[in-house]
């Protein structure tokens, strides 16, 4: 078995760079959860230049597609049109790995490319999650119950880097020439 490369949040630009596609993680720290409701919000925001006034900080942020439930956390899929979506943006504010289930377009591939982020899946283990978890806060968008965006502390949390600089695990994917 692999061993997984220890990371922890927030996760800066030389970091990154040394993943490659099939590298086990564990990441200690914060991550933010959110997904179809959340993120499309998230990048409204972002695009007004308003990540101050909800005081969220995504330098170096890990954003795993999930909601916050008392069952606990699991990924959801990651392609779906208002998570897919938010990708490029979220990696251009500074979001560095996004967490998730499934494979993503080639446009988004790209992105994350272009921005120095990363896509990352997960299994659908909820317990497994769950034990990971340290500390849960909601960040923003507390009217969306447990869509809403959470801030969650973890400790060692797994991930498989599924998508990095260009290349995917799930397709023979090319970037487009820059």
């Known amino acids: 078995m692999k061993r997984a490369i220890k990371l922890q949040t927030p996760i800066d630009d030389r970091k990154i760079k040394t993943l490659k596609i099939g590298d086990h993680i564990e990441i200690d720290g ?82 994350l490319k272009r921005y120095n982020s990363v896509f990352a899946i997960t299994p659908p283990v909820t317990a497994l999650f769950s034990d990971k978890m340290i500390s849960q806060r909601i960040a923003a968008f507390k009217e969306e119950g447990m869509e809403a965006l959470y801030e969650v502390e973890v400790k060692g949390f797994p991930a498989i880097i599924a998508i990095a600089h260009g290349k995917s695990i799930f397709s023979r994917q090319r970037v487009e020439k820059e």
Request: proline share 4%; aromatic share 4%; net charge positive.
């Open 30 to 111: 914060r991550i933010y959860c959110g997904r179809d409701a959340v993120l499309p919000r998230l990048v409204r925001f972002i695009e007004e230049n308003g990540l101050g006034r909800i005081k969220v900080n995504l330098r170096g942020a890990v954003i795993f597609h999930t909601a916050v439930s008392p069952a606990g956390i699991g990924p959801t899929t990651s392609n779906k049109v208002e998570i897919e979506g938010s990708i490029s943006t979220l990696s251009r504010a500074g979001v560095k790995i996004h967490l998730g289930k499934g494979s993503l377009s080639t446009k988004t591939v790209n992105e």
